[in-house]
């Protein structure tokens, strides 16, 4: 499944959709503190990038609670992403962490569709 946008553009010139994965890569933070996730995420982002942390976890994270993360993969599912790869926005220590809540994520997702 290919977004409306990427879909109609590929149309517009006589290009064929098949052979088009649509992905996005999302930095996540999973706390039930959205305040601490928020914090731990961006810090985490201008430490290791030195990047803008809360701009960065702004546009291309979610950081917070499970129900938070699942809302946003929904809203890429629903554009029309075919792949999600879920980055833990935390130092190594913490990523066993993270990606054990990933799943529960995943399940939901998978689990409306």
């Given at each position: 499944r290919l977004g409306g946008q990427l879909r109609g553009l590929l149309a517009e010139r006589g290009r064929s959709v098949d052979g088009y994965t649509v992905g996005t890569f999302l930095f996540v933070h999973l706390d039930d503190d959205t305040a601490r996730a928020r914090k731990a995420a961006a810090h985490?982002?201008?430490?290791?990038?030195?990047?803008?942390?809360?701009?960065?976890?702004?546009?291309?994270?979610?950081?917070?609670?499970?129900?938070?993360?699942?809302?946003?993969?929904?809203?890429y599912v629903e554009?029309?992403?075919?792949?999600?790869?879920?980055?833990?926005?935390?130092?190594?220590?913490?990523?066993?962490?993270?990606v054990e809540r990933f799943g529960e994520v995943i399940a939901r997702v998978k689990g409306e569709r």
């Amino acid at each position: 499944r290919l977004g409306g946008q990427l879909r109609g553009l590929l149309a517009e010139r006589g290009r064929s959709v098949d052979g088009y994965t649509v992905g996005t890569f999302l930095f996540v933070h999973l706390d039930d503190d959205t305040a601490r996730a928020r914090k731990a995420a961006a810090h985490h982002m201008d430490e290791v990038y030195r990047l803008d942390g809360d701009a960065i976890v702004n546009r291309f994270g979610v950081a917070g609670p499970v129900d938070a993360c699942v809302e946003r993969v929904r809203r890429y599912v629903e554009a029309g992403a075919d792949h999600i790869v879920l980055y833990p926005l935390c130092p190594p220590a913490g990523w066993r962490h993270q990606v054990e809540r990933f799943g529960e994520v995943i399940a939901r997702v998978k689990g409306e569709r």
